[in-house]
């Protein structure tokens, strides 16, 4: 039987609205709920994001140009993997224009028709793949934070930085003290799981899971005893939530993302997709 999961003693609420707290049995594994205070903006993002990657496959795979697939190498199931390099644009990041630039004819003193000099667009590169964990799981992967769309930047990553910083220490605040990764999953139907696996290293000492849409059911078990099912511990995903694994969490534990059935008609997130989760992995600069 699977040991009983419970949150421990150390829920606190928090500002901007956080409830967290760690998982008994599991060193290392937090459970946050509210993360965002603006969570259909995050989902916004990340539909549009998933959008744009999907169609830019698309436009790949049928614009006439020599195919861009490769065979993954480095990746965390032990199944034969192929992606493709797609490229999407995203507005500027921080703000929307540069600061005044005198050369360029631009000034910010006040005279009528002086106007700030308007960023351009940036491109951010991808790794697409159309199948993952299996049938109906599409998964897209940015590296470096720079790589990270500004949409999901701007929303996403300020809210998990401080929830990281609040369960694992004030360092994890500072966004800019660490690379960033992520990975963004879509799932298109209930049938579909993530299997078991443990994040690549290069993803970093943290993983964190920021989960979107319909629940799941994140299970765990110790890697050194192997698989076993039911899983050693399992808990509950809902919209606006996030797992945090750190320590033995993230290296001695697999863990696996399993689809919860709802009873009636689901709310699709986008399109044909019902659940999608972002999970942002950190590694010090």
């Known amino acids: 039987m699977p040991m009983s999961v419970r949150i421990g003693m150390r829920w606190a609420r928090q500002r901007r609205g956080l409830s967290a707290g760690a998982i008994d049995g599991v060193p290392g594994l937090f459970l946050c709920r509210s993360v965002v205070l603006d969570a259909d903006g995050v989902r916004a993002a990340a539909e549009r994001v998933w959008e ?27 199944l034969e993997r192929e992606y493709q ?6 507005k500027a990041a921080d703000d929307e224009y540069f600061e005044p630039d005198i050369e360029d004819g631009f000034s910010m003193t006040g005279r009528e028709g002086d106007m700030a000099k308007p960023k351009q667009p940036v491109h ?3 790794q697409y793949f159309a199948e993952y964990g299996g049938p109906g799981h599409g998964l897209a992967y940015f590296m470096t934070t720079d790589n990270i769309p500004s949409s999901i930047r701007a929303t996403l990553l300020p809210a998990v930085a401080y929830a990281c910083g609040e369960l694992l220490g004030p360092e994890y605040r500072d966004v800019d003290r660490f690379n960033w990764r992520l990975t963004l999953n879509a799932y298109k139907d209930f049938s579909t799981e993530f299997p078991y696996h443990k994040d690549i290293a ?3 000492d943290v993983t964190c899971i920021y989960s979107i849409g319909m629940p799941s059911r994140f299970e765990l078990c110790p890697e050194a005893t192997g698989i076993a ?3 050693a511990a399992s808990l509950e995903l809902v919209d606006n939530s996030l797992a945090i694994l750190s320590g033995e969490a993230r290296w001695e534990w697999v863990h696996r993302v399993k689809p919860i059935q709802p009873a009636g008609v689901p709310r699709m997130v986008f399109g044909d997709v019902n659940r999608m989760s972002l999970v942002l992995g950190c590694t010090p600069l």
């Open 229 to 231: 099912d039911p899983a």
């Open 52 to 78: 744009k990657v999907t169609d830019a496959a698309w436009a790949d795979k049928h614009g006439g140009l020599p195919q861009r697939v490769h065979r993954s190498q480095n990746h965390n199931l032990p």
């Open 202 to 204: 290069s993803n970093g």
């Open 124 to 126: 951010c590169a991808a």
């Open 85 to 90: 390099n797609v490229r999407i644009r995203e």
